[in-house]
């Protein structure tokens, strides 16, 4: 697994975090005074990385444990592109794989992208 913990006061905005087993990004994190027989508490929301950007929150005390994703920023070249789909080939390892084309992408052959990779998760970014 490509993951590692860290405490839930150490999370900033536009960092990753695991939310129900799905990578986010953090779109708000706030956090709420320590009560008198409990400690603070951060909630935080976010967005999902590779599922279309789908919304999800927790709330947790700030000393708990989360589970960051390890997500890679990667450079690849278009090979070829149909039916909505196109054949990518990873600069760095020149492993070939194939992408959805994203709305509002215009993709050809010989182009090159950047990439979100986790696990074998792949979205252009």
């Given at each position: 697994m490509a993951r590692e913990q860290t405490e839930v006061r150490e999370l900033q905005e536009g960092n990753y975090v695991m939310i129900d087993d799905t990578p986010c990004v953090i779109d708000a994190y706030s956090t709420s005074k320590p009560g008198k027989h409990g400690s603070a508490k951060a909630r935080v929301e976010?967005?999902?990385?590779?599922?279309?950007?789908?919304?999800?929150?927790?709330?947790?005390?700030?000393?708990?444990?989360?589970?960051?994703?390890?997500?890679?920023?990667?450079?690849?070249?278009?090979?070829?592109?149909?039916?909505?789909?196109?054949?990518?080939?990873?600069?760095?390892?020149?492993?070939?794989?194939?992408?959805?084309?994203?709305d509002g992408v215009d993709a050809s052959a010989d182009d090159e992208i950047e990439f979100l990779e986790y696990e074998s998760q792949r979205k252009v970014v």
């Open positions: 976010g967005q999902g990385v590779f599922d279309g950007g789908q919304k999800r929150n927790f709330t947790q005390p700030v000393d708990a444990k989360v589970w960051v994703p390890i997500i890679t920023r990667k450079q690849g070249q278009v090979v070829s592109t149909g039916d909505g789909e196109m054949q990518v080939m990873d600069l760095e390892t020149y492993d070939t794989f194939t992408m959805r084309v994203p």
